[in-house]
């Protein structure tokens, strides 16, 4: 999801440790080497990695500034491919037919089988291209916040992979508990206190 879209839904994130100077350079080299790869023409079914934030279709990173004031804007980039299984189905069929045909038997062995379909998925994955899904984000570096344009889960777990594999910080993700235990000026007992809640569950009568 991007920064201007309306809707928007948010993820707020606390960036567990320091980038190392010189910063912007570390950043640039953590983009660089995770930008996400170009899936079309390879047998590939899915791709993860970063892009710019005004040109989410191009992966050179070095084409647009990602710092604005004290912020630092990016984007995570999810490519997939998604064949329908009825497409899978046909073309494993034919090819089942081919090969039984060719060889005059009347069955396949189980790891035939299992060649002749991871062959078929091989060969469409070549043919169709992928789908983007693009999600922004800023991090405030200064305050150690960031902001995840997505809640969707798979979206947020691969944005905290990532992120520590090109930064070597761990995301920490913001919501009421952790909200009060890392943010708030809560003293030692008050910390111990909470630690002792337990979730309520709500139920209609």
């Not at 960031?146 to 995301?171: D, H, I, P, V």
């Amino acid at each position: 999801m991007g920064i201007l879209s309306s809707p928007v839904s948010i993820t707020q994130y606390r960036v567990e440790g320091k980038l190392s100077e010189p910063i912007l350079e570390n950043v640039a080299n953590g983009l660089k080497k995770n930008t996400v790869e170009d899936i079309d023409d390879q047998s590939s079914d899915k791709a993860i990695g970063w892009t710019c934030f005004n040109n989410p279709f191009s992966t050179d990173i070095n084409q647009t500034p990602f710092l604005i004031g004290t912020h630092l804007v990016f984007s995570l980039r999810i490519d997939k491919k998604m064949i329908p299984s009825k497409i899978i189905q046909k073309h494993y069929t034919l090819e089942m037919t081919k090969k039984l045909k060719k060889s005059g038997r009347d069955f396949l062995s189980k790891t035939e089988k299992k060649e002749i379909k991871d062959h078929v998925i091989h060969l469409l994955n070549l043919r169709i291209p992928a789908t983007p899904n693009i999600y922004d984000l800023i991090w405030n570096y200064e305050s150690n916040t960031l902001w995840f344009f997505s809640n969707l889960k798979g979206a947020n777990e691969e944005l905290e992979t990532l992120f520590t594999r090109s930064f070597n910080l761990k995301l920490i993700r913001l919501f009421p508990y952790t909200m009060a235990a890392l943010t708030s000026p809560l003293s030692d007992v008050e910390k111990d206190a909470l630690s002792q809640f337990t979730p309520t569950r709500f139920t209609e009568s």
